[in-house]
């Protein structure tokens, strides 16, 4: 008998937990009769079911660690989870975020953590390197650590640091060194995946937190603020009210990206039919199709970042922020959108959008219902890339005209 497991009331869908129970400490020492025994730990676990699968640390103040995700939307889609967290936590405790440093770019203006530890696998500077988070992360002598990563390394690192609870998800060769143990739904022997937003709000439930609503949120920094007037001043852009930011890539792939003649197209008709002014978004992989989509559109109202000498990800925020809306592939600051209340369309080829679903009313998510999809390839494996070439800009279009005429997102299959 090596662990308890139950299922959590307040723990969306079904996902099943399992609490390490050492079981030399559940039957009473020198017990022969093996009836009483069995007795015995039926009224132990029926008592184990009553109690928090993490128990306040009472006479002491919480010390709590986060494993914060690496892609930058899965980040933004566990604001709900790390704010619920903080919520436990509360003032008096310490919630310490664990994270790469580009992560940390997302959640500037966010004030949910006490403390924020780098690492990188190979570190540009020497704090970053995991002796030393190590070290800090045993002198903080924490209480729980929560990894909201399904990596190994990170259960490992997780292990490494000496918090008496470890709460993840199974799996990745590393269930062992949880103390708490998620489970993803099955049917019949199959996962059902969850919602990221879900599955980690899951792992907050398990912690202790009470029901959080799965709204994502962010924040932008005076910083930030301040290079986002520089830009707008920069390319001389008319009143936020009257800019629609467009979005074309993603770290995920190739497969993701919407033609850069789609866009262009796009573009223009929004700047020409509808007198919009246009700013295309990109990151610092990104500035040659961004570069592509302003020439094609060829027209005055259509800016484009990509002849800007930096491009931070606290700009991404604070442009998206401040703009009427926003129309993007499935990528990174798609989210930005939504924790920022922008209108979003968004364009999906090779990933879906049930299974990214976030609970957005403003969102219209468009698709095409061809037999290969979903594939969840950064290359198209059949060499066309039907699902983005063929969703056509009137259809783009029309879903950007409705809602900026206030109506509600809708989830769209051509």
């Not at 029926?46 to 993490?54: E, F, G, T, Y």
């Not at 062992?176 to 049917?187: A, D, S």
């Not at 570069?291 to 002849?307: C, H, N, Q, T």
Request: glycine share 8%; aromatic share 10%; with cysteine.
């Amino acid at each position: 008998m090596y662990g308890l497991i139950r299922q959590i009331p307040q723990i969306s869908r079904r996902c099943w937990v399992e609490r390490r129970l050492p079981c030399f400490s559940v039957v009473p020492s020198g017990t022969t009769d093996w009836a009483a025994v069995v007795i015995h730990l039926a009224q132990f676990y029926s008592r184990q079911l009553h109690d928090p699968i993490v128990p306040k640390f009472k006479g002491s103040l919480v010390k709590l660690g986060v494993f914060v995700p690496n892609w930058i939307g899965d980040v933004v889609m566990a604001t709900p989870a790390v704010r619920a967290l903080r919520k436990y936590v509360g003032d008096s405790g310490t919630m310490i975020g664990v994270m790469r440093p580009y992560v940390a770019e997302v959640l500037n203006g966010t004030r949910w953590f006490d403390e924020s530890l780098h690492y990188e696998k190979l570190p540009a500077q020497p704090g970053w390197r995991w002796s030393v988070l190590r070290r800090r992360l045993r002198e903080i002598d924490l209480d729980v650590i929560v990894l909201l990563t399904n990596s190994l390394r990170t259960g490992w690192m997780a292990r490494q640091s000496g918090a008496r609870q470890r709460i993840g998800y199974a799996g990745n060769l590393r269930s062992w060194m949880l103390t708490t143990q998620l489970y993803t739904p099955r049917r019949q022997w199959t996962k059902i995946g969850l919602p990221p937003i879900d599955s980690y709000l899951n792992l907050a439930y398990a912690t202790g937190c009470e029901w959080e609503p799965p709204t994502l949120e962010l924040s932008t920094t005076d910083a930030d603020e301040q290079a986002a007037d520089a830009t707008w001043h920069q390319l001389g852009l008319p009143h936020p009210d009257q800019v629609i930011v467009l979005n074309s890539g993603g770290a995920f792939g190739g497969s993701k990206h919407w033609p850069a003649e789609h866009f262009a197209a796009l573009a223009r008709r929004l700047a020409i039919e509808d007198g919009y002014s246009v700013l295309v978004n990109c990151g610092p992989g990104e500035r040659e199709i961004a570069s592509r989509i302003v020439k094609l559109a060829d027209f005055p109202r259509i800016f484009g970042l990509a002849g800007l000498e930096t491009l931070p990800i606290g700009l991404t925020k604070a442009l998206i922020r401040r703009g009427r809306m926003l129309v993007t592939t499935d990528s990174g600051p798609r989210y930005f959108g939504i924790a920022f209340s922008r209108p979003v369309v968004t364009i999906f080829g090779p990933t879906d959008p049930h299974t990214t679903r976030n609970y957005y009313g403003k969102e219209t998510t468009l698709t095409l219902d061809l037999p290969c999809q979903p594939c969840w390839q950064a290359t198209c494996p059949l060499g066309h890339g039907r699902c983005m070439s063929e969703l056509s800009v009137d259809m783009v279009y029309r879903a950007t005209r409705e809602l900026l005429s206030d109506e509600p997102g809708v989830n769209r299959v051509a």
